[in-house]
């Protein structure tokens, strides 16, 4: 008999609170604020979560939602509205990002037409662009690729460049919002890349392995320092979600990175989020590693979080964590545990009554984030800094 999915058995309190809401923000208070900053329209959310009754209804709704704004760019496209078009082609792919996201099967038909489709669109957004937005696909290890997107930054010679590592529950294609760029219209490039188990990766079976996303950020770097578009002495890496162990991690393997911010904070131990939290988080971390069985995916992610920590052992430059006091996945106590074994400059602003995705005050995060990046990477830190601010949003 198949065996049940990781806390399979809590899935009807899932289903039910999904009834409960006529959004996402009942399981992930603040999630809806993310996703307008990052380009998702509010009408096209409420449309789409208008016919979700459970859990397995998401991929469907997000689907049929994502083909209606492909069928609007092809209409705008034959009408010669290319702006137009490429707003509803960069539409069609967040959405069948979400779609593809949600199936964690690996082989599973319609997660491989999804992200095709995300694909698809998204190099048709690219192309309508005129060169803002390039792919790259880059050698890895075992004959594998890694997967990224750069943003390039406007005018000529060498720019400051963040490397941008999305969560679990993200994909390169999701984020930065090319139409409210906050790091190019600052003069910086900003690369996004699928990692191991990430978007890409896991469609090409490149699975998360522990201490392979280091490498793998480094390879992406390698690529990056050939550019004569990239400033290789201004290298951030800035991680959110999940991304905030991995930004940490590649900044202590690479020490050509100057600086490094983790956001949406998940640097506490991995038994909150996959053992307390919502049953769809190990789900898909689980689909992430490519681990069926759960008791060597516990193993797996001891492994994990002993990584993590010897990393922020190691970690020598400077550090920002942008933290929500109320966040369901790394409670207060343990983000400043966490500071505490950091031996470089650091910093955290720490946002009162704030949970886990961040979008009560993601207007104001994101702008003050690219400005600490663009300061640190130009001025530095002092040697000793350590300065832990409590903000009222």
């Known amino acids: ?3 049940q999915a990781a806390r399979a058995s809590q899935n009807w309190i899932f289903d039910n609170f999904i009834q409960l809401t006529d959004n996402e923000d009942i399981l992930h208070p603040g999630i809806m604020g993310i996703r307008l900053e990052r380009g998702f329209k509010y009408g096209d959310m409420e449309r789409i979560f208008r016919v979700v009754t459970g859990r397995r209804a998401f991929p469907r709704a997000w689907a049929k939602g994502a083909d209606r704004q492909k069928e609007l760019a092809e209409e ?27 199936i964690p099967v690996k082989g599973n038909a319609k997660k491989n037409a999804y992200h095709a489709a995300v694909v698809e669109n998204y190099d048709k957004f690219i192309d309508l662009m005129g060169g803002e937005i390039t792919r790259m696909v880059i050698p890895f290890e075992n004959g594998k690729n890694v997967y990224a997107l750069f943003h390039k930054a406007a005018g000529e010679g ?5 490397l941008y590592l999305p969560g679990m529950d993200a ?39 522990v201490g392979n996303y280091a490498r793998a950020g480094e390879a992406v770097i390698d690529e990056l320092v050939k550019r004569d578009d990239v400033d290789s002495d201004k290298i951030a890496v800035f991680g959110t979600s999940m991304g905030s162990r991995y930004s940490v991690e590649i900044g202590a393997y690479d020490d050509r990175v100057k600086a490094v911010v983790g956001q949406m904070a998940n640097v506490g131990p991995t038994d909150v989020i996959f053992n307390q939290a919502q049953p769809n988080f190990k789900r898909i971390y689980m689909y992430m ?9 516990d193993k797996f992610a001891d492994a994990m979080d002993e990584n993590f ?39 955290l602003w720490m946002y009162e009554d704030v949970f886990h995705p961040m979008g009560e005050v993601a207007a104001d995060i994101y702008p003050g984030i690219a400005d600490w990046i663009a300061d640190v990477l130009e001025k530095g830190l002092p040697d000793g800094h350590d300065l832990r601010r409590e903000i009222v949003p």
């Open 289 to 297: 590693t490519d681990i069926s069985d759960e008791a060597e995916f």
């Open 1 to 3: 008999m198949r065996r």
């Open 309 to 347: 920590m010897a990393s922020g052992d190691a970690l020598k430059c400077a550090y920002l964590l942008v933290a929500g006091e109320m966040d369901e996945l790394t409670p207060p106590e343990d983000v400043h545990a966490w500071l505490d074994r950091l031996n470089g400059p650091k910093e």
């Open 171 to 209: 994909i390169k294609e999701d984020s930065p919002n090319p139409y409210n760029n906050e790091f190019t219209r600052r003069g910086m490039n900003i690369c996004v890349m699928d990692g191991p188990g990430q978007g890409e990766c896991n469609i090409n079976e490149v699975w998360q392995e």
């Open 158 to 162: 060498p720019k400051p460049t963040v």
């Open 76 to 102: 705008a496209m034959k009408a010669g509205h290319k702006v137009t078009a490429a707003q509803h082609y960069h539409r069609a792919a967040l959405y069948y990002g979400r779609a593809q996201h949600l």
